[in-house]
């Protein structure tokens, strides 16, 4: 079946500081690949996507590429800021081609905390 | 994107009843989707909901746990039955976006089984 691997957390990491949160998948088809994010007291929310390989996904000063060839979308920001703590989880969907919705199935989530 | 809300929040129950957490949505949707997301844990599909049509369970659940009404396009409830401590877990409903599998989620209702 499906599944989203991301890397452990909490992930520390100072203000300004570069960030790489992994994550790699394994899918039978052709999925779409996503970060949500949830920061502290609120809901889940779509970060970002890509559809097909090498789409670039960005939001917010993140990026993350869809690298059909490793079956990785590594999320990426050059410089964090203290408001980007949150928890943030990969997802895929896994869409036959023609049509319909699938639920997601997400990775464990990636806790990262951002000190001043 | 869609405005979604839930009802309740959150509730703490006792052991072997039953709490029903509505869905609704500020616009019309085809799907409807419900998750879990246990302590600590990533969320899980539970079922996919169309109107009209009974729900779709993922595996490791059951109707009669997790029973789901779709009466209309713009609203759901899940129900979770003889709960149990191991029940205590957020739960979220979502809706697809204009995007393929693109979907977008509810705030949550956190629920604790004493």
Same mark, same amino acid.
């Given at each position: ?78 410089? /964090? ?5 949150? /928890? ?29 | ?27 019309? /949707? ?85």
């Amino acid at each position: 079946g499906d599944s989203v691997t991301q890397m452990e957390g909490p992930v520390t990491l100072s203000e300004e500081a570069f960030l790489t949160i992994n994550c790699t998948y394994t899918a039978t088809g052709y999925p779409s690949l996503f970060w949500y994010v949830q920061y502290p007291g609120e809901g889940l929310q779509l970060l970002l996507k890509a559809t097909k390989a090498d789409d670039k996904g960005s939001n917010k000063g993140f990026e993350a590429t869809y690298r059909k060839e490793t079956t990785s979308f590594h999320l990426e920001k050059g410089s /964090v800021q203290v408001s980007d703590s949150a /928890v943030y989880f990969c997802a895929l969907s896994d869409r036959e081609s023609g049509g319909g919705a699938d639920g997601l199935t997400f990775g464990k989530g990636t806790h990262l905390i951002i000190q001043p | 994107s869609a405005v979604i809300s839930q009802k309740p929040s959150r509730d703490i129950c006792q052991r072997g009843t039953s709490l029903t957490i509505q869905c609704q949505v500020d616009s019309q /949707v085809t799907m409807m989707f419900w998750y879990r997301q246990q302590p600590g844990q990533s969320l899980t599909l539970i079922a996919t909901a169309n109107q009209g049509s009974e729900a779709t369970y993922e595996s490791g659940f059951v109707i009669d746990k997790f029973p789901i009404s779709r009466p209309n396009l713009t609203f759901s409830t899940l129900t979770v039955s003889n709960m149990s401590p191991e029940d205590s877990s957020i739960y979220l409903c979502s809706v697809g976006g204009r995007v393929v599998n693109e979907q977008f989620f509810g705030p949550g209702t956190r629920l604790t089984v004493l």
